[in-house]
């Protein structure tokens, strides 16, 4: 895989470039109401393995589904808990890459974290979690979001060829976890159909939490559905 994509030269870079998935194929469901898929990621490492366990009892206690994207470092730090989302039919597991890496084949970076050198380093971000989520859920993960959600163009081809779909957002949810509960509430209560939120299940310190079940409990007044990522 990596000596197939070795000798070719990224031209884009970004969150959402072709190939990469910001939206439901079906924004709105058969009843008619509008469908959107919240999804949390776990980064892990030195600042990001934190468990948010209010968001956790949040969704839980309102039952409202969600699509999380754990990172290999972050299932290390967690493995039991990890064990019982895999578990819990209210959650699907997704990939959000073995070192947290933006998914680049030169080394591109974003926010100040170094991405990926080569083909090479790309598919061994991607598939080592592969592995252990394959391990963990017994299922093979669908859905691959980068560290930072940043990829190049190759990169993007990476994913598809690995059998995974490369997932952007939508909604920024939590500004990387930076968002007070108001503001948190107010972009992802504007979810579109269709949409998917970007927020995270690793910073409990920050807005997330009361933001992101107030406004799911505000789309729910308005008929929206809360559905895993089916793209
Ligand atoms: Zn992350």
Redesign the pocket.
């Known amino acids: 895989m990596a000596a197939r994509f070795g000798g070719s030269a990224p031209t884009q870079w970004g969150t959402a470039l072709p190939g990469i998935v910001t939206h439901l194929a079906q924004p709105v469901a058969e009843s008619g109401a509008a469908r959107v898929a919240l999804t949390f990621?776990a980064?892990g490492g030195p600042s990001?393995s934190d468990l948010d366990h209010e968001l956790l009892d949040g969704l839980r206690r309102e039952q409202i589904p969600a699509t999380l994207?754990l990172?290999a470092r972050w299932i290390d730090t967690h493995a039991a808990l990890a064990g019982e989302l895999a578990g819990d039919p209210l959650f699907v597991l997704a990939n959000?890459g073995t070192s947290?890496r933006p998914l680049s084949v030169n080394g591109r970076s974003a926010y100040e974290i170094p991405g990926t050198r080569s083909a090479a380093e790309a598919v061994a971000e991607v598939w080592e979690n592969h592995v252990v989520l394959t391990e963990l859920t017994g299922t093979a993960p669908r859905y691959f979001r980068a560290?930072?959600a940043h990829y190049d163009d190759v990169a993007v081809q990476i994913v598809h060829a690995l059998g995974e779909i490369p997932i952007g957002f939508s909604v920024n949810g939590d500004g990387g976890a930076s968002f007070g509960a108001g503001t948190v509430r107010a972009e992802i209560g504007g979810a579109p159909p269709g949409g998917i939120v970007l927020a995270?299940m690793n910073q409990p310190h920050g807005g997330t939490h009361p933001g992101a079940i107030d406004a799911a409990r505000d789309l729910r007044v308005h008929g929206v559905e809360f559905v895993h990522l089916d793209v």
């Open positions: 990621d980064c990001g994207f990172n959000h947290h560290g930072t995270h």
